[in-house]
């Protein structure tokens, strides 16, 4: 069975950093791509990072050089490192995984993924 859980959300101000933290059991790196998005109240769920089987990654435009997707496979534990924070980054923020192969933009699209983490909220305050 999958699980993901994720942790490490917290409240900080803009220009601070968080490392969120995504335990996953159930499922092995090398044949799952791994992606994290986030939901603003309002908005619809959007795809933040995601790395692949073979370990590249993507990521939105609105996170590149900000933030920094990672595995660790010895400990079966996803990252995302969030750097120079804004704002407009507050949302809560999940972690996903499809055993599909991905090609392209589509990481992206959450419609592709079968399991979701419950979520861990970030907010950044001006």
């Known amino acids: 069975q999958v699980q993901l859980v994720e942790s490490g959300g917290g409240s900080v101000q803009a220009g601070g950093s968080l490392r969120l933290s995504c335990a996953s059991s159930g499922i092995t790196y090398s044949s799952y791509c791994m992606g994290w998005f986030r939901q603003a109240p309002g908005k619809e769920r959007e795809g933040v990072a995601g790395?692949?089987?073979?370990?590249?990654?993507s990521y939105a435009d609105s996170v590149k050089g900000r933030f920094t997707i990672s595995q660790d496979n010895a400990k079966n534990t996803l990252y995302l490192q969030m750097n120079s924070l804004k704002p407009e980054d507050t949302a809560m923020y999940y972690c996903?995984?499809?055993?599909?192969?991905?090609?392209?933009?589509?990481?992206?699209?959450?419609?592709?993924?079968?399991?979701w983490g419950q979520g861990t909220q970030v907010t950044v305050s001006s």
């Open positions: 996903a995984a499809t055993p599909r192969v991905l090609y392209g933009g589509s990481w992206s699209r959450r419609d592709l993924y079968n399991y």
């Open positions: 790395i692949h089987r073979d370990g590249s990654t």
